[in-house]
């Protein structure tokens, strides 16, 4: 655990330092960032982790038993998270999508770098163009123009051309198959985390019952 909260906290720090300007996509969470999300995850993680191992050391009960509660109440949350999101696929897809759109109105504003960065490298990597079309774009700039992120070939204000010289796929759809081709590795990576935590709550119950048969056999 602390080895990979190390690691995660690492690729967290990595991200902010090296990848500042790219933010969330949400206007709703401006501070849902991966480097964010992953800094906090890491910090957690070793925390938890720091608990189970000075537990351990020192076969101190109620470390154990708090390693195990917290270990425990995250991984029920994860459970419950997964469960949820499968149960209400369609309103988060729906949700995600109106947020996203309200987004665009933010893209090229005083303080919002990192969300028009983020809109920019997510529609040049993937040749997408707004979150359901293209046309999104229009609502943000009153006019028919789309970021030059957008064109076919980038070239400076190509975002005024036709619409002929744009990407037409939408990005949410786009990332969104992206995601599915690779949710085996997804699911992979969700597979061995937990087996990891079952593995944790199954170390820390053990030791502790140990500890608590040893200190009864010694009284």
Known sequence: FQLGGCGI?????????????FATLSSSFPSLSAANLLIVT?????????????????????????????????FLLELTV???FFVYTDKIDKY???DLKK???????DGNIGLTNAWSIIQTDFRCCGVSNYTDWFEVYNTTR??????????????LHSPGTWWKAPCYETVKIW?????????????CTAM???LGLTFAMTMYCQVVKADTYCA
């Open 9 to 21: 906290l690492g690729v967290g720090i990595w991200l902010a330092v090296t990848q500042g300007n």
């Open 42 to 74: 890491g910090t957690f993680v070793m925390i938890i982790g720091f608990v189970g191992c000075i537990g351990a050391i020192k076969e101190n009960k109620c470390l154990l038993l708090s390693f195990f509660i917290m270990l425990l109440i995250i």
């Open 82 to 84: 997964v469960i949820l």
């Open 96 to 98: 995600a999508q109106r």
């Open 103 to 109: 987004g665009l109105h933010l893209y090229g504003t």
């Open 146 to 159: 789309v970021p030059d992120s957008c064109c076919l070939e980038f070239s400076e204000n190509c975002g």
């Open 179 to 191: 995601l599915q081709e690779n949710l085996l590795a997804v699911g992979i990576f969700g597979l």
């Open 196 to 198: 990891v935590q079952i």
